[in-house]
């Protein structure tokens, strides 16, 4: 029973930080320029980046075959020690 009450609360949120970025974005509609990208900058920036980037995401989960289970524990306690250790 508490997990349909947990899906209901998130769909909850969902729903209203959905509502809050579209009033948000509404609001300053006209006082924020549009910003595009040209096709020649487009090519140049943003495809590198996000085909580094599937490469990135692909390398990083394939490596996950080859690790045996205790290991890959021990990885994702350190990625929260990591992750958290310059923020403290």
């Known amino acids: 029973m508490s997990s349909v009450r947990l899906r209901h609360y998130s769909g909850l949120q969902l729903g209203f930080c959905s509502g809050a970025a579209w009033a948000c974005t509404m609001a300053r509609a006209g006082q924020i320029p549009a910003f595009l990208f040209a096709g020649e ?5 943003a495809l590198p980046l996000a085909g580094l980037y599937a490469v990135f995401l692909y390398g990083s989960n394939a490596a996950y075959a080859y690790l045996p289970v205790g ?18």
Do not use: M, R
């Open 41 to 45: 900058t487009y090519g140049k920036v």
């Open 71 to 88: 290991y890959i524990q021990v990885l994702k306690v350190s990625q929260a020690v990591v992750a958290l250790g310059p923020a403290s």
